[in-house]
């Protein structure tokens, strides 16, 4: 079955960096843009950005312009996703999330992975 | 940016009941809008696409409507399993936003 595994919990310093992996199964990696989404703790969803895990070419929300970057390693079907210049508001779960439609860019969202949670504190 | 607007933000109802959650979006979006629900401590999970289209899986109760910038997700007859947090979530252009959440709580 179609299933993404992130990497586990992580806990950081402000000013770090953390990079997040995304591990894809059941499909051709390929084929299907991944898009990451964070969800701060009792708050909604915010969409970060998308990747196509063929060509390599991602798309950024605004907000998080020159602080992230989304890239892959298709010989191991994974995507990954490392933010920088970490702050206490930072503080969330990541998810990723597998464009439902093939290179579609329509910004249906599944499946999903279990999640990663990142925290930044000093 | 499209801003999504949820409401209620929370909703009280019974094991039966017919629920209606509403989704506003701040300029006209078309059908280009999508509906998930979350569990706690869950990622969340694709209900309805397209407005009204049922994901494949998810029980007939859950229905869709709208278009524009009007949107509705309706639950027929509430069950155990449905209690929980729905998103809609607009993919008519980037950046995606997403409402900020109907909690469906049990009366």
């Known amino acids: 079955q179609v299933q993404l595994v992130q990497s586990g919990a992580e806990v950081k310093k402000p000013g770090a960096s953390v990079k997040v992996s995304c591990k894809a199964s059941?499909?051709?990696?390929?084929?299907?843009?991944i898009n990451w989404v964070r969800q701060a703790t009792g708050q909604g969803l915010e969409w970060m950005g998308w990747?196509?895990?063929?060509?390599?070419?991602?798309g950024y929300a605004q907000k998080f312009q020159g602080r992230v970057t989304m890239t892959r390693n298709t010989s191991i079907s994974t995507a990954y996703m490392e933010l920088s210049s970490l702050r206490s508001e930072d503080t969330a779960v990541y998810y990723c999330?597998?464009?439902?439609?093939?290179?579609?860019?329509?910004?249906?969202?599944?499946?999903w992975g279990q999640g990663t949670l990142v925290t930044v504190s000093s | 940016d499209i801003q999504m607007t949820q409401s209620p933000s929370s909703l009280s109802a019974s094991v039966g009941d017919r629920v209606t959650i509403t989704c506003r979006a701040s300029?006209?979006?078309?059908?280009?809008l999508n509906w998930y629900q979350q569990k706690p401590g869950k990622a969340p999970k694709l209900l309805i696409y397209?407005?009204?289209s049922l994901q494949s899986g998810v029980p007939s109760r859950f229905s869709g409507s709208g278009s524009g910038t009007d949107f509705t997700l309706t639950i027929s007859s509430l069950q155990p399993e449905d209690f929980a947090t729905y998103y809609c979530?607009?993919?008519?252009?980037?950046?995606?936003?997403f409402g900020q959440g109907t909690r469906l709580e049990i009366k």
């Open positions: 990747m196509n895990p063929n060509s390599g070419n991602t």
């Open positions: 300029q006209s979006i078309s059908s280009y």
């Open positions: 979530q607009q993919s008519y252009s980037t950046p995606r936003t």
């Open positions: 397209a407005a009204s």
């Open positions: 999330a597998r464009e439902n439609i093939p290179h579609s860019g329509y910004g249906l969202f599944d499946p």
């Open positions: 059941g499909y051709t990696f390929t084929s299907y843009d």
